[in-house]
């Protein structure tokens, strides 16, 4: 069965501050894509990455970093030296090959204190 | 850019009314999905469409129906709405995959009194 845990509900950090968002999965499925949603207070889900299973680099974009580990099942999401832009709800989600079905986390919400 | 839009914000009906949720995208997308969003349960899929009157059921498809006449718009319908429907929906269109990822609308936030 597909699955994504976010295991962290809620996560609160002073702007400046480096946080890392947690998430795991588990899939059958050999080939499969992992993504990283971020929802800000105005509700639309904006895509922020992509990784399939066959690509296990890391990846640096500006503050944000992902660490996609397959041996421990996990694509952890870091945002460094936090802005209070930042504060959303983030969810991580898992796609079996064809795309036609996503399975989302529960979200983690980040707030950043100014 | 890729642009869906989501008929309304905000949407108050009553109990055992018939309720349309109509997406449109912009992008000529094959693929469309209904989700719903409730705290703690994350993003459930409850339909999608791979092509004009083309469905498929998600995960939660019970007390939903849907409708795909033209490419662009993927209408979600309520036959009864049940105040256990009260939750945010939401829509996504997807062009090819895994080039393409799914992309949102803003949401409709439906109560159901």
């Known amino acids: 069965a597909q699955k994504v845990t976010q295991a962290q509900t809620e996560i609160s950090v002073v702007e400046k501050e480096d946080v890392t968002l947690d998430c795991v999965y588990e899939t059958r499925d050999t080939t499969y894509y992992l993504f990283w949603y971020k929802q800000p207070p105005s509700g639309e889900l904006v895509f922020l990455i992509r990784r399939n299973s066959f690509d296990e680099q890391n990846e640096i974009s500006g503050r944000y970093s992902w660490n996609f580990q397959k041996s421990t099942s996990s694509f952890n999401f870091t945002i460094t030296a936090s802005q209070v832009v930042d504060s959303a709800v983030y969810f991580c989600a898992l796609s079996e090959p064809t795309g036609n079905q996503f399975y989302f986390g529960t979200g983690t919400s980040l707030t950043v204190i100014p | 850019d890729v642009k869906v839009t989501q008929s309304s914000r905000y949407l108050v009906k009553r109990t055992g009314e018939k309720v349309f949720l109509e997406c449109v995208q912009d992008?000529?997308?094959?693929?469309m999905f209904w989700y719903r969003q409730d705290p703690g349960l994350g993003l459930r899929l409850i339909y999608f469409?791979?092509?004009?009157?083309?469905?498929e059921k998600g995960d939660i498809p019970e007390g939903y129906s849907v409708s795909r006449e033209k490419k662009e718009r993927f209408s979600l319908i309520l036959e009864s709405a049940s105040t256990n429907q009260t939750s945010m929906y939401l829509c996504?269109?997807?062009?090819?995959?895994?080039?393409?990822?799914?992309?949102f609308g803003p949401g409709t936030r439906l109560t159901v009194l």
């Open positions: 469409s791979y092509d004009v009157k083309m469905k």
């Open positions: 996504a269109s997807r062009g090819s995959f895994p080039t393409d990822t799914q992309y």
């Open positions: 992008m000529d997308h094959e693929n």
